[in-house]
């Protein structure tokens, strides 16, 4: 039963994200190509595929909804295919994986657990840790703004006009000319690039998940709440303010938890909120154990961590101590109390 109760979890999240992924992937290719998207943003094979796929679904229930299209026939990997050809897409999942490579391995491990679920294979505490793990991440990367790709093509005219404009004087000076206009456009590259920043998966190189925050800088440093915040939120009794600084504190810790890059971490949010009238006010009537037992496990990993257990102990740790249930619990009760 226990391992059936893994599966529906597991179930559930894998749905939640192919069909977010498949909604900002629809929206996105519609505002780029218009009414001809399907023509026009899907590859023309995989096109071809995924109408294969839906002809055959109708060649065996003609009751199929005309509400459906091409992306609804695609899964995690197709998805990722579409991704992969358009930039501006591609640009926006960046911050998922070091590399698009990695990015495509990603998508792979989540087409592999979603093959778990529909022939009903048992699901491991380690893919249920990455589903959960993996939407974390999608929510954070997706609610930034999408990047302007334009910008990056911008500079190239503006580097072909100086060299239009040298041309005439047939001199070997133009190469200064061109100068100034060439450092321009730099400025609007530079802001680019912190786009593409990698946010590291739950199983590669913690070393680079310090570059998690680059990935949106403008847009983390007007959602953080900040401690004089949150004192006046306690004082106050505003639950949401309180939750939604637990929300942002448990997330950025999370990931560096699973993959043993917690010696550095801190839970200041959390020392705060535990002292407080609040916290006793609210533990039952919220139901706050599951945030009590995250920074529990939290305080006892980063002593292990310390101490010099490996990684892989360290996962073997979390998992005794169903560290997986425990972000499942926080992940409902932050969706009944936490503002997005």
């Given at each position: 039963m226990a391992k059936l109760d893994t599966n529906?979890?597991?179930?559930?999240?894998?749905?939640?994200?192919?069909?977010?992924?498949?909604?900002?992937v629809r929206d996105s290719l519609r505002t780029t190509h218009g009414k001809n998207w399907e023509v026009t943003g899907i590859p023309a094979e995989l096109r071809e595929f995924l109408a294969q796929r839906q002809a055959r679904e109708a060649g065996i229930n003609w009751n199929l909804s005309d509400s459906v299209d091409a992306i609804d026939f695609a899964g995690f990997v197709n998805l990722y295919d579409i991704i992969s050809a358009a930039p501006h897409l591609l640009q926006r999942f960046l911050p998922l994986a070091p590399d698009a490579h990695m990015l495509r391995i990603r998508f792979l491990e989540l087409d592999t657990i979603l093959n778990r679920i529909a022939y009903a294979r048992p699901i491991s505490e380690a893919d249920l840790g990455f589903l959960v793990s993996f939407e974390e991440r999608l929510k954070r990367t997706t609610s930034a703004p999408p990047p302007a790709v334009e910008a990056e093509d911008a500079p190239r005219p503006s580097r072909a006009e100086p060299a239009a404009a040298a041309t005439p004087p047939t001199a070997p000076v133009p190469t200064a000319a061109p100068q100034p206009p060439a450092a321009a456009p730099r400025p609007v590259a530079a802001a680019a690039e912190p786009a593409p920043e990698p946010e590291p998966a739950p199983e590669p190189s913690p070393?680079?998940?310090?570059?998690?925050?680059a990935a949106a800088p403008p847009r983390a440093a007007a959602s953080v709440l900040g401690p004089q915040e949150i004192e006046?939120?306690?004082?106050?009794?505003?639950?949401?303010?309180?939750?939604?600084a637990i929300y942002q504190e448990v997330t950025s810790i999370a990931d560096g938890l699973w993959n043993g890059s917690v010696v550095a971490m801190q839970n200041r949010t959390w020392e705060s909120v535990r002292e407080s009238q609040w916290y006793r006010n609210h533990f039952v009537k919220l139901g706050l154990k599951p945030i009590s037992d995250f920074f529990g496990l939290f305080e006892t990993a980063k002593e292990k961590m310390q101490a010099g257990t490996s990684r892989t102990d360290l996962q073997e740790f979390l998992k005794e101590h169903n560290f997986v249930q425990v972000l499942l619990a926080l992940k409902d009760l932050f969706r009944h109390h936490v503002r997005h």
């Open positions: 529906l979890d597991a179930c559930q999240l894998s749905s939640d994200l192919l069909l977010r992924l498949r909604k900002i070393a680079a998940e310090p570059a998690a925050p006046a939120a306690l004082k106050r009794g505003d639950s949401s303010t309180v939750l939604t």
